[in-house]
């Protein structure tokens, strides 16, 4: 089958994600004109990221006070954008101030701050609401609000609306579906080793709505309503009687999901129907090893694609090698390495880095998303040297999608293992040492910690 | 003696969220030291050959107290003597006149006075004292530092009064040190409840004003912060209050001076190492700052290179509604 044909089947699919391109701004034709991201010519994939970034930056610093301001302070003004060069001058915004929310009814106020243009109506029944009542009430209203599981401690919240919640799935499973040419299919089916899409509000879940558009049949293995109260208990690390049952009642629905997992590869591998098996790799990681305790493989050759993402979050003790995953993969479920590609991307933007297939380098896809290395002087270092990721999202419309990131890469200009044009990072991005905090009581606080032999 | 109704107008008594975060901080020690109590002992001691901690010298003269000296000596809230606050104390008012009290307008005094603290003044982690007795020592932990400054500012007739939070650490920080260890992580939990920060707010020509005390240039220097100066406070910059947490204060509450008497007491060796490790981080700071050209050079460069945060004024939205 040739690329268009593959590529237009994908197109019908996800046809409802699609504003109608009567009205398309400079932000929809850069996610949804390309029909493969990582395969365009370099001036057309730089005059579309040009025009969808310097669009959406004219309206966040019209539409949102806060960035306004912002930008006021740093000395910017969008006019004196005229080219792709001048994009560097865009003042970014902290990965961490998107965790520096209040709570009760502020935590509302906080969001609609942050958001760009006019809120549907938000009806919130609490005189002192949760973090959880306040995103369904934004929910509710026609907004999708997602968080990240906070490993850190604290969720980051992103207020979305749906047109850029659709961007942000289309370009996502688009970029998939690209990498994996040609081995999608519209009649595969699909295990999403992640929540059900439709019963959390955790990003990397409910992203997976996706997937029931350009895939049927699509199974999760947790299919209960996920919140950010049970994402907290999934994450307790305490030693207390409470801490322990919660651990228990974790690792008993980890195991059944496991199970339920093995039980949908076993009957595929009997039915040969194609497959692809898309979530967090530590859950992928427990098949496995479940797999080789119970003597089992399969070979599911070019049946079955995995696509995986988010890292390994709380199980980050048990990571090993990609490279090794991949064999491990292979060995135990007979999909190639060329089959298992990890992506790339955070709550935070709408841009998803994606393996190639010959060398697992994550492929930028460049149409909207205008990506940056940064050193400690915040200067662009460019190719080949490593800094803190930054990006520029041409196809945010929903808060400005500026962001410096804490997570350290290096992006070379050119895959090393395939001739798709255009900047790539390189594989094994790890979190950036983090900055200390001092404090007179903090002080304190670091030392009684190291002296109780923490450190 | 202060009556009931004074020391609650005074801000004597703790707020509610300080109860709050008190409560949780004694019951979470009692509990985590309850169940790892060697982790306890050995905050107690300073192991032979280990460092001792040698308080610096003091780096300005004191002023003598002459009869006649002015003061403001006002009953007004904000500018009245309060706990450890003491502006009508001869050394304070000596001071407070050194550094050009009822003599130049109100922010260059306080200009003065937020130098003198800041800069000249070091921090040492120990039980809190009064303002002058801090003051004659020239070393405190933030709250002995914000007392001095409050006291300086109350004396020259400049309305002062304390900003307390808990801290909220950064979230980078907190992954790559705290993601691993458990036992590390919920003891760095428990303290952050009553380890708390403490900065100053002025009322200089209608407008609060910010102070930054606790932490001289070359400690944040070590840091990597740009030097703060008057105005400038670190929450929104390097530091987040937990939520909850804020308190504008006219005293430092009652109760507060006792709960820090008895973590000093307890944990005496770990408060050692805290000063000697202070002491070391200066040393180090004064290396970069000279390294960089000097405090002006240094300063200038952080702030060029610093990725600020965009602050978010919390505006009603017609479009929310609450019940």
Not at chain 1, 91 to 96: L, M
Not at chain 2, 122 to 148: K, N, Q, W, Y
Not at chain 2, 250 to 266: C, D, I
Request: proline share 5%; aromatic share 10%; charged share 25%.
């Amino acid at each position: 089958m040739e690329y268009v044909e593959y590529i237009h089947r994908f197109e019908l699919s996800t046809a409802r994600y699609i504003p109608s391109n009567d009205n398309w701004t400079p932000s929809d034709n850069a996610v949804y004109s390309p029909s493969d991201y990582f395969r365009m010519e370099c001036e057309q994939r730089d005059e579309l990221r040009f025009k969808a970034v310097r669009y959406q930056l004219n309206r966040h610093y019209q539409g949102n006070k806060t960035y306004r301001t912002y930008c006021q302070e740093s000395g910017f003004s969008p006019d004196s954008l005229r080219s792709v060069e001048d994009l560097e001058r865009v003042p970014v915004v902290s990965s961490d101030f998107f965790k520096t929310y209040p709570c009760g009814r502020d935590f509302a106020l906080w969001l609609a701050n942050l958001y760009t243009g006019e809120l549907p109506r938000v009806h919130i029944k609490s005189k002192e609401p949760t973090h959880d009542e306040v995103i369904e009430s934004f929910n509710s209203a026609g907004m999708a609000v997602a968080y990240s599981s906070g490993t850190s401690g604290r969720h980051t919240f992103m207020p979305r609306d749906m047109k850029s919640f659709f961007a942000n799935e289309y370009s996502l499973a688009k970029g998939a579906v690209s990498m994996f040419f040609p081995r999608w299919d519209p009649k595969m089916r699909g295990f999403l080793l992640m929540p059900n899409p439709f019963k959390t509000n955790l990003f990397a879940g409910r992203l997976g709505t996706v997937f029931y558009d350009i895939m049927k049949d699509v199974e999760v293995a947790l299919d209960r309503e996920v919140n950010t109260e049970t994402v907290r208990q999934s994450m307790t690390q305490g030693d207390g009687i409470k801490d322990k049952l919660t651990k228990y009642v974790v690792s008993m629905s980890h195991q059944r999901s496991v199970d339920k997992i093995i039980s949908w590869i076993d009957k595929r591998s009997k039915d040969k129907e194609k497959i692809a098996l898309v979530g967090v790799p530590f859950l992928l990681f427990s098949v496995l090893n479940e797999l080789k305790e119970r003597g089992k493989s399969y070979k599911l050759g070019d049946q079955a694609v995995v696509l995986t993402g988010g890292g390994w979050k709380m199980h980050e003790d048990q990571r090993i090698p990609e490279a090794q995953f991949r064999k491990d993969i292979d060995e135990v479920l007979g999909i190639s390495p060329e089959a298992c590609l990890d992506l790339y991307g955070m709550v935070e933007g709408n841009g998803w880095m994606m393996q190639c297939p010959e060398g697992h380098h994550l492929h930028i896809p460049t149409s909207y998303i205008h990506p940056m290395v940064l050193d400690e002087k915040n200067q662009n270092v460019g190719f080949g040297k490593h800094g803190r990721f930054a990006f520029l999202d041409g196809s945010q419309g929903s808060y400005p999608g500026f962001i410096v990131t804490n997570d350290k890469v290096r992006m070379l200009d050119h895959c090393p293992y395939c001739d798709r044009p255009g900047p790539v990072l390189e594989p094994g991005i790890s979190r950036m040492a983090g900055q200390e905090t001092r404090g007179c009581g903090e002080e304190v606080r670091k030392m009684m910690v190291s002296d109780a032999g923490g450190q | 003696m202060l009556s009931p109704r004074q020391l609650k107008d005074r801000e004597y008594i703790m707020p509610a969220p300080f109860v709050r975060l008190m409560a949780k901080g004694i019951i979470g020690v009692l509990k985590v030291g309850t169940f790892h109590l060697p982790s306890m002992l050995r905050m107690r001691k300073i192991s032979e050959g280990e460092e001792r901690y040698v308080r610096p010298a003091r780096h300005y003269e004191l002023p003598e107290y002459k009869e006649g000296m002015r003061t403001v000596r006002s009953d007004e809230k904000y500018l009245r003597p309060t706990l450890f606050c003491d502006p009508n104390d001869p050394l304070i008012i000596a001071m407070a006149h050194e550094l050009g009290a009822f003599q130049v307008p109100d922010r260059v005094f306080a200009e003065r006075a937020h130098h003198l603290v800041k800069e000249l003044m070091f921090v040492e982690e120990m039980p809190i004292d009064d303002a002058a007795t801090t003051l004659r020592r020239g070393t405190g932990a933030c709250f002995h530092l914000a007392s001095v400054l409050i006291a300086l500012c109350r004396c020259a007739g400049i309305k002062a009064r304390y900003k307390l939070f808990a801290m909220s650490m950064i979230s980078s920080w907190y992954d790559s040190t705290m993601g691993a260890d458990f036992l590390m992580k919920k003891w760095y939990d428990i303290l952050g409840y009553f380890v708390l920060e403490a900065e100053v707010e002025m009322l200089i020509d209608g407008e609060w004003v910010n102070g930054v005390v606790g932490a001289d240039a070359a400690w944040q220097a070590s840091t990597g912060l740009q030097v703060s100066r008057l105005g400038e406070t670190s929450l929104g910059d390097w530091f987040e209050a937990v939520p909850g947490s804020y308190m504008i204060m006219e005293s430092l509450p009652l109760g507060l001076a006792t709960l820090y008497a008895t973590l000093v007491s307890t944990v005496p060796g770990s408060f050692e190492r805290v000063n000697v490790s202070l002491e070391k981080q200066r040393k180090n700071g004064w290396r970069i700052i000279e390294e960089a050209g000097g405090l002006e050079a240094y300063d200038a460069l952080k702030r060029v290179d610093k990725v600020q945060m965009p602050k978010v004024e919390l505006e009603q939205k017609g479009s929310i509604t609450f019940d």
